[in-house]
């Protein structure tokens, strides 16, 4: 079955750090550039990071140097490391494949609050 998996969200405070995963199945992942998509109640679903098949990453500027994308083709997983956490970055964060650039396999999402 061709699916993403993700996992890893949940509560954290202001600050705090959180680690993302996405298992792969069903496709040759490491064929494949992946990316971490967010959307936050009432908003659009945003871009956040991007890696290649080779491990070139891209990022939001919301994001630069606190998330970093990456990625396992050993285990089928990509990993988003979310760092110095703001309200801001509460969302569902998705896991996608792309082709082309663009998503065409999307994750179930996992839910990522970040209060105090």
């Known amino acids: 079955q061709v699916q993403l998996v993700e996992s890893g969200g949940g509560l954290v405070q202001p600050g705090g750090s959180l680690r993302l995963s996405c298992a792969a199945s069903?496709?040759?992942?490491?064929?494949?550039?992946m990316g971490w998509y967010r959307q936050a109640p009432g908003k659009q679903r945003d871009l956040v990071a991007t890696?290649?098949?080779?491990?070139?990453?891209t990022y939001a500027d919301s994001v630069k140097g606190r998330f970093t994308i990456s990625r396992d083709n050993a285990k089928n997983t990509m990993y988003l490391q979310m760092n110095s956490l703001k309200p801001e970055d509460t969302a569902v964060y998705y896991c996608?494949?792309?082709?082309?650039?663009?998503?065409?396999?999307w994750g179930q999402g996992t839910q990522v609050t970040v209060s105090s």
């Open positions: 996608t494949r792309l082709s082309i650039g663009n998503p065409n396999l």
């Open positions: 069903g496709f040759s992942f490491r064929f494949y550039a």
């Open positions: 890696i290649t098949i080779g491990g070139t990453t």
